[in-house]
């Protein structure tokens, strides 16, 4: 099984709606980022956690970390086409940065 | 601050055949990171390297792939002789590997086909 799940697999949405995609670890964390990759390219850095209930923003995008849960969520307010994409939670699960990604999650904001 | 560069772009081989892979990481880096992705999935960790020495590479297929960091720097990762499974998009990343976690930047990656 995957040490690092994310649900759901993919997601559509209306334009304009609010949405919310999970990761949860099997193992402990160290350090919790997101990434937001489109199709045919590098994966783009969005926000990092560290510490339990740390909570991030940026514009429309929040996340946050429930450490004793080893779970993130990444919330999106008024979603836009162009945070159409494929996100990734990527999770440090050591104390020498390697950092595993989940499966991710496909994102479709129809206009 | 120029970014992560790898190249080729894309990469088309027969089976059996050898290939290699270049990255040059942002400058000061001490940590670099090879992932696989496969076409649906999210990137597989293949080594890492904290400047010239291997952290981990447990998910390396040591039989077929191996990979570099001379002088810590510039990284190549070479697979001899490919299979068609190797069929993916190899990204390089690197952060900064100081004290504290930093977050990785990624390139854009090389994409390889294997006929």
């Known amino acids: 099984s995957q040490e690092l799940e994310q649900s759901p697999q993919s997601l559509i949405v209306q334009e304009g709606k609010n949405l919310t995609i999970n990761c949860t670890s099997s193992?402990?964390?160290?350090?919790l980022y997101w990434y937001k990759q489109k199709y045919g390219e590098g994966l783009i850095f969005l926000m990092m956690l560290q510490k339990g209930g740390e909570e991030k923003s940026h514009e429309k995008i929040t996340a946050k970390l429930d450490e004793k849960k080893q779970q993130s969520s990444l919330h999106i307010t008024a979603s836009q086409p162009s945070h159409a994409g494929i996100y990734l939670c990527g999770a440090d699960i050591t104390s020498y940065d390697k950092v595993i990604f989940g499966p991710g999650t496909s994102l479709s904001v129809i206009p | 601050e120029a970014g992560v560069a790898q190249s080729p772009r894309y990469k088309i081989i027969e089976k059996r055949q050898s290939v290699a892979f270049w990255c040059n990481p942002i400058?000061?880096?001490?940590?670099l990171y090879w992932y696989q992705q496969i076409l649906g999935q999210g990137p597989k960790l293949l080594i890492q390297?904290?400047?010239?020495?291997?952290?981990?590479d447990s998910q390396l297929p040591k039989d077929r792939f191996s990979a570099e960091r001379l002088k810590g720097v510039d990284s190549t990762l070479k697979i001899q002789p490919a299979k068609l499974e190797d069929s993916a998009v190899y990204l390089c990343?690197?952060?900064?590997?100081?004290?504290?976690?930093?977050?990785?930047?990624f390139g854009q990656g090389t994409r390889l086909t294997v006929v």
């Open positions: 193992k402990t964390l160290y350090g």
């Open positions: 390297f904290q400047n010239n020495g291997v952290v981990d």
């Open positions: 400058s000061g880096h001490a940590t």
């Open positions: 990343a690197s952060s900064h590997g100081g004290q504290g976690r930093t977050e990785a930047f």
